[in-house]
């Protein structure tokens, strides 16, 4: 999977999820200011990801993530992808 494809992938499912416009997943959107995502949400979110995508999230890397880009930024490097 390519970064491309995995970013792709990750703004559906936050679309999908947190039930946001999807013109508002953007890669700076913070996932609770700008999208307005609850830490269930979150926690919710993250678990999709892992059974989607096939990647383990450790909670203490949830504190990590703030944008879309951080958790498009994980998962590629937990999938070994090249930026």
Request: no cysteine; charged share 35%.
């Amino acid at each position: 999977m390519t970064k491309e494809e995995i970013t792709t992938k990750v703004k559906e499912m936050i679309v999908k999820s947190i039930g946001v416009d999807p013109s508002k997943v953007t890669l700076e959107a913070s996932l609770s200011d700008d999208l307005g995502a609850d830490s269930l949400e979150l926690v919710d979110l993250t678990m999709d990801f892992e059974d989607e995508l096939g990647v383990s999230i450790e909670t203490s890397e949830l504190s990590e993530i703030d944008t879309v880009e951080d958790i498009i930024e994980l998962i590629a490097k937990k999938m070994e992808v090249a930026a």
